[in-house]
T-cell receptor, first 112, second 113 residues
C-alpha cells in the first residue's frame, strides 16, 4: 500500500497562474482532507470531503476549489494563485469522522 | 473560539532526559484529542489519540499523554528521549459534530547529544 500520495512534490507559480494539486489514497477511506501548513500556525483545514460526492469548507477555503473525483482521489485547485498561497499543502484521509487521519508527504508551493 | 494552544514553540532536551510537551484546548465539551509528529520534510504521523475512558493514553515510540479535564490539557510525555525524537509535534482536537480538525501551532523539539 502506498498510503496517501500527492503530486507534485514542489511547484513554483507566478501570480495569477492556476494549478491543481492531486491526492490519492489506497486505503479505501471515506474521508479526505486538504490542509495548508505555514510557519507558527500549525495546519489549517482548507476543504474536506466526508464521503464520495460531498465536499465542505474548512477554516481557510478562500481562493481554493476542490473535487472529489472518486473515492480514491481528492484534488485541490488554485484558480488564480497569489503570493499568500505560498505554503506547504498536505492531503490526508481517514475512514470516519473520529478515525486517525493519514497524511501524504506534502506539496511545497511557491507563488512569486 | 475553539482552539488548541501549545505554549512552547521550541524545547531543547538532552538525550536520555524526560520530556513533557504541553497542549491546552478550549472547547465547550471534551473534544477528541490527538498528538502527531512531523519529521523534517515529512508528513504527519499519529503518535496517540484520546476519545474517552482511561485518561492516560499510550502511543507509539514510547510516548504517552494524559488527559486532564480540570486543566483542559492533554500533555505528551516520554521518560527518556532519543536523538531520533527530534521533530515537530502537533496537538490536535476534533469537534464531535464536524470533521474539522484544529491543530495547535506546534512545538519543535531539539535533542542534544
Amino acid at each position: 500500500n502506498a498510503g496517501v500520495t500527492q503530486t507534485p512534490k514542489f511547484q513554483v507559480l507566478k501570480t495569477g497562474q492556476s494549478m491543481t494539486l492531486q491526492c490519492a489514497q489506497d486505503m479505501n477511506h471515506n474521508s479526505m482532507y486538504w490542509y495548508r501548513q505555514d510557519p507558527g500556525m500549525g495546519l489549517r483545514l482548507i476543504y474536506y470531503s466526508a464521503s464520495e460526492g460531498t465536499t465542505d469548507k474548512g477554516e481557510v477555503p478562500n481562493g481554493y476549489n476542490v473535487s472529489r473525483l472518486n473515492k480514491r482521489e481528492f484534488s485541490l485547485r488554485l484558480e488564480s494563485a497569489a503570493p499568500s498561497q505560498t505554503s506547504v499543502y498536505f492531503c490526508a484521509s481517514g475512514s470516519s469522522v473520529t478515525d486517525t487521519q493519514y497524511f501524504g508527504p506534502g506539496t511545497r508551493l511557491t507563488v512569486l | 473560539a475553539q482552539s488548541v494552544t501549545q505554549p512552547d514553540i521550541h524545547i531543547t532536551v538532552s538525550e536520555g532526559a524526560s520530556l513533557e510537551l504541553r497542549c491546552n484546548y478550549s472547547y465547550g465539551a471534551t473534544p477528541y484529542l490527538f498528538w502527531y509528529v512531523q519529521s523534517p520534510g515529512q508528513g504527519l504521523q499519529l503518535l496517540l489519540k484520546y476519545f474517552s475512558g482511561d485518561t492516560l493514553v499510550q502511543g507509539i515510540k514510547g510516548f504517552e499523554a494524559e488527559f486532564k479535564r480540570s486543566q483542559s490539557s492533554f500533555n505528551l510525555r516520554k521518560p527518556s528521549v532519543h536523538w531520533s525524537d527530534a521533530a515537530e509535534y502537533f496537538c490536535a482536537a476534533l469537534r464531535d459534530y464536524g470533521q474539522n480538525f484544529v491543530f495547535g501551532p506546534g512545538t519543535r523539539l531539539s535533542v542534544l547529544p
